[in-house]
């Protein structure tokens, strides 16, 4: 961070931003807005954007909101977009030397900014500043953050290719953060500043906004979207829809595994322990029925539900025991369970010492009687299908203990702090 600020270079500070337009800032304002605009080769589209921020001035202080603070970050523009910016003197343009990125460009604004009230959109003409009033009014009622929500707005000219990867993301963000989002990536929001440290550290590129969707749910930051109608850019778009695509998708798992890893995790390898279990079931039936031969298909199938149920178990209890580590990590409660909360009570890793006891007697029945039946005359291959899942109980079945023993450790660690209180509470009662 410091020699990204040792590359920024600020054009013109002003003390008191009210009186620049010659209209001093309402008494009754109790609130200030800055509005940061990241711009990179916008030569064409900032002016517009910046008299269309500069018309909704009386339209914030109707609701009680002085401002706009407006910061343009130039991040290493080749064009003539600073000389632009100066053209408007009650504009504060910090300028990056090179470019650094379009999340970077929006941390060094809010650094910069002075408003309570943080807001951002782009250079490009595409978000409506006329919504700004009714973001800050959600903001004023009690949000924390508030989304301008380009999915639900009437009327949006977003290609359809962009488009569908927004709704992906949003629906990706929705079911690891068990909170619905329409637009994880919208680009104009209004918070708090304080929401600021809650959702850092952020990212320098693009993913910035679903990075920033994804942070808020997980550390229960009250969120509202408000719809509003999208343009189409003016210039060139510098989004690649599949390299983006891509970190914007990995950035919002990776996000998500800081905060509650077992909703993912547990997520796959339940599904891969319930592809198992079907197959398991499905060729039991057919031994039952008397079929002995399975042909390649069945072999292959036989494979698969070894892999993925041991690997299914695996995931959800790596899962798991990365929610402990994290509880420790964090000295705070996290958001426990693959729905947010303990799905059972007590929760289902409580109960993996019977589970995998269980397992481990019922793969030793099955195996010493498959033994049993093969020196009673029976053939080996009537007998190696059993003989497998008697394999694969028992390991399943150490798996859960081991995972029960390491999951009750972390928890006494996690605890920790709060037992000493207690015990230290108690014995300055007893000394009274």
Known sequence: MDSLHNNIQTSKVFEDFGSLRGQPAAASCSHRLSVVI????????????????????SALGAIGVDG????????????????????????????????????????TGFCEASGDLLSFLDADGTYPPESLPALCKEALSGAEMVIGSRMSGADSHMPAVRRLGNTIFATLVTLVGNHHVSDSASGMRVFHRSVLERVYPLPDGLNFTPVMTTRAIHEGIKMVEVPIPYSERVGR??????????????????????????????????????????????????????????????????????????????????GAMFNYLLAIFHKRPIRQGMLGRPLFDPPLDRQFWWLGGLA?????????????????????????????????????????????????????????????????????????
């Open 38 to 57: 990241p711009a990179y080769n916008e030569e064409d589209g900032i002016c517009a954007i910046l008299d269309r921020v500069h018309s909704v001035r």
């Open 237 to 318: 778009s510098k989004l690649s829809v599949v390299r983006d695509g891509m970190r914007f998708l990995n950035s919002i798992l990776w996000t998500a595994m800081c905060y509650n890893p077992v909703r993912i995790l547990g997520a796959i390898g339940l599904a891969g322990v319930g592809v198992a279990v079907l197959v398991v079931a499905i060729l039991a039936l057919m031994r039952l029925a008397g079929v002995t031969h399975i042909g390649p298909w069945g072999v292959f199938a036989v494979y698969l539900a070894l892999v993925l149920g041991v690997a299914g178990v695996s995931l959800f209890n790596l």
């Open 68 to 107: 706009p603070e407006i910061l343009v970050v130039d991040d290493g523009s080749r064009d003539r977009t600073a000389e632009c910016v100066l053209s408007y003197p009650d504009v504060r343009l910090v300028r990056h030397k090179t470019n650094h990125g379009y999340g970077a460009a929006l941390k």
């Open 360 to 432: 481990i007697l019922a793969g030793v029945v099955v195996g010493a009687v498959s033994l049993w039946l093969s020196f009673g005359g029976w053939d080996m291959s009537r007998l190696w299908l059993w003989l497998l899942g008697s394999a694969m109980l028992i390991l399943i079945g150490v798996q859960l203990i081991i995972s029960w023993i390491v999951m009750r450790v972390l928890e006494d660690v996690s605890r920790r702090d709060v037992l000493v209180g207690n015990d230290l509470a108690a014995e300055t009662k007893i000394a009274r």
